[in-house]
């Protein structure tokens, strides 16, 4: 199976924060050929352990969130349209006209409901309407759906030009298939540190799962692998970085130096491409969390540059996804469980 | 008529750049027409004789085109600055996936992480929206697309709800479908069948369509606004899925024929045909042109109710296609029948 047919399959699993169950019996499978166990937890986060010859040795966690933006339905109307409040922080000016699926146990197609635009005031047409004010469109008169049910967008993954694709649910969808990636570079036995790969729930809301999967593992490293903002021409230029410029390796108080500085020698060492990202405080990761969790971590950030966060395109480049798999494979085959802030 | 539809909806055909869809029409019409034409604004215009032969033939008009994107420029970064062709609603574009024949792309909106509060509140521009083949120079995205190249969303067809259907193009490649459908029997009179170009840019191809063949009748058929949703009030619902064939008697350019309007609405009656009409004037159709055309034609108009027409989740009910089609049919026989 290539890469982008892997990204497709992971990027269908509907997994809204606070409902992965489901996807997490499936990412479970990938996992299994690669890792000596596998555990699912109550919040349903995945965790694949790989342990190495070495007696006492140190343990690096992988974390990639499974969990993604959605919905949840608020409010069931009598005409077959719902109600819905976004789970994750959403633009609602990209909603109007957009497909979702409605995540009953058979699940519901639905169309996020427009008023035609001769029927608004230019002045309505250049506002944007709130998303408490939206509906969807099931285009059932009795539709059987209850409140709490959540709703996923339906864009299904386009592949665009240059090695770049477009789908729903890159965030995060794309960090664990550079793991999952990574990990199939890596031969167990040749190891000096264990692994530990963490595909956890709920990151857009709390980080729930990774704090306490973190607090369970007990690693000595931490690498949350995440997405960050690719430039476009409509996002400002300084909180942007290059799409295709390869892995963003993170710096700042949330974040080892040492760690962060081998990472970057490895990059170099393996002619891996890398932008620095400096962030200045709440990294808003799971790699603020686990940061903290137990006795805390040594944290580093791996972030794919993402255009389009949090909409139903949002756009990746296959090679920045290689880039941060083999970052994560490179470091690890030769990581002796110390790491050194020299550049 | 539906996997015909379906098969319609699937081709690409902006305003401007119909040519694939005129390709399927001919190599479909063609089996069963006695003429067939086009002109120089690209036209297809379809003869079937019938079984009645009177002074004139009737015509039956459809428009080929689509809303779509025309590029317009190519950005240092490879990004398509493009313009719409036909009235896309822009709030409908953000976010949603586009193609240029093969290539796809998207139409671009930062992450909301990006934006400000006050940005949240207002829609961006149309000159500022961008499209994103994935490219990031210039030069790879001359490789892929040029200037002057027409789009359309890119969009798959579901079917949904209580017998609806979602497509992109249903307006109006299911007037195309209702005209290929009827070509098939032969007609109880000489009719024309005519599939125009560049409806969405303004009725352009029926001025010339209708100037060639001079009808004294017109029936067009064709999808129209819907605007029965939730929390909509009834003034303005304009017509309703479900509810039956659309029968207008006035839009925004035209005012149909009243004989033709009533023998409609009686066939609808006497054949148990649901139908309606619509409560809002807006909106116009080719017979804005038709009805004017040379000393002026008798016009009247059929159309589905369609909600989010113009964008890429345009959805019509199965039960109201068939309601046009057979209102359609019976316009038809009625005209034969008034002419002994």
């Known amino acids: ?343 | 008529m539906l996997d015909l539809l379906k098969t319609l909806c699937c081709m690409d055909g902006p305003s401007g750049a119909e040519d694939v869809v005129r390709e399927f029409i001919r190599s479909h019409a063609a089996h069963f027409a006695d003429d067939i034409r086009t002109d120089a604004m690209g036209n297809l215009m379809v003869f079937r004789k019938g079984i009645k032969h009177p002074a004139k033939p009737v015509m039956l008009c459809a428009h080929m085109d689509e809303v779509g994107f025309i590029i317009k420029r190519i950005t240092n970064e490879g990004m398509l600055k493009f313009g719409f062709t036909g009235g896309v609603d822009p709030r409908v574009a953000l976010g949603r996936a586009v193609r240029f024949g093969q290539v796809k792309g998207i139409v671009g909106i930062k992450a909301v992480h990006l934006t400000t509060a006050s940005e949240r509140e207002h829609m961006p521009k149309t000159k500022d929206l961008y499209i994103d083949i994935g490219v990031t120079s210039k030069d790879e995205a001359l490789a892929k697309v040029q200037p002057g190249d027409y789009g359309t969303f890119d969009s798959d067809i579901v079917e949904f709800g209580d017998g609806l259907l979602k497509a992109k193009a249903i307006d109006d490649r299911f007037g195309c479908a209702v005209l290929l459908a009827l070509l098939r029997d032969k007609p109880p009179l000489d009719t024309w069948f005519v599939f125009t170009v560049q409806e969405e840019a303004g009725l352009r191809g029926a001025a010339t369509a209708a100037f060639a063949l001079r009808p004294d009748l017109c029936l067009v058929v064709e999808g129209t606004t819907a605007a029965d949703l939730a929390e909509v009030p009834p003034h303005k619902q304009v017509c309703a899925l479900g509810k039956g064939a659309v029968i207008p008697f006035m839009d925004g350019r035209t005012i149909y024929d009243e004989g033709l309007f009533d023998m409609l609405r009686q066939a609808a009656e006497t054949q148990d045909i649901p139908w309606q009409t619509k409560h809002m004037i807006a909106g116009g159709t080719d017979a804005g042109r038709i009805h004017m055309a040379c000393a002026g034609a008798r016009t009247v108009g059929l159309a589905v109710p369609v909600r989010y027409i113009h964008s890429p989740v345009s959805t019509a009910a199965l039960s109201d296609m068939r309601d046009v089609y057979a209102l359609a049919r019976a316009f038809l026989e009625g005209i034969a029948q008034s002419i002994e």
């Not at chain 1, 109600?83 to 979702?100: H, Q, S, T, W």
Request: charged share 15%.
């Open chain 1, 1 to 343: 199976m290539n890469q982008i047919e892997i990204l497709e399959q992971l990027c269908a699993l509907p997994g809204v924060a606070g409902f992965e169950h489901e996807a997490a019996a499936t990412v479970a499978k990938y996992l299994h050929p690669l890792v000596n166990k596998v555990d699912i937890d109550s919040f349903g986060t995945v965790t694949g352990t790989l342990i190495c010859p070495v007696a006492g040795a140190k343990t690096v966690l992988l974390d990639a969130h499974l969990d993604q933006i959605g919905f949840v339905v608020t409010k069931v109307l009598e005409n077959g349209f719902l109600r819905f409040a976004p789970v994750g922080g959403v633009d609602p000016r990209m909603l109007l006209g957009c497909e979702v699926t409605i995540l009953t146990q058979k699940p519901i197609y639905g169309i996020v409901s427009c008023m035609p635009p001769h029927l608004l005031k230019s002045s309505e047409q250049e506002k944007a309407v709130p998303i408490h004010e939206m509906l969807i469109d099931t285009g059932l008169s009795h539709p059987q759906v209850s409140v709490g049910t959540p709703v996923v967008f339906r864009q299904p993954l386009v592949e665009l030009s240059g090695g770049a694709v477009a789908s729903k649910c890159l965030d995060d969808r794309a960090g664990i298939l550079a793991i999952l990636q990574a990990l199939e570079q890596i031969d167990r036995k040749m190891l000096h540190v264990n692994v530990v790969a963490m595909f956890s729930a709920q990151e857009e809301v709390t980080s729930v799962g990774a704090t306490a999967g973190a607090f369970r593992a007990k690693p000595d490293y931490a690498i949350a692998v995440d997405v960050s903002h690719a430039s476009t021409p409509d996002a400002p230029a300084g909180e942007t970085f290059d799409f295709g410029g390869g892995v963003m390796i993170g710096m700042g108080p949330n974040m080892n130096t040492a760690f962060a500085k081998s990472l970057m020698r490895t990059a170099r060492a393996h002619d891996i491409a890398y932008q620095i990202e400096v962030m200045e405080g709440n990294t808003g990761t799971n790699a603020w969390g686990m940061q903290i969790a137990g006795y805390g971590t040594a944290q580093a950030i791996l972030s794919i540059p993402l255009r389009y966060m949090h909409t139903p395109v949002e756009t990746v480049k296959l090679s920045d996804i290689d880039a941060t798999a083999n970052l994560i494979a490179g470091f690890l085959k030769d990581f002796h469980g110390e790491v050194y802030p020299y550049a």
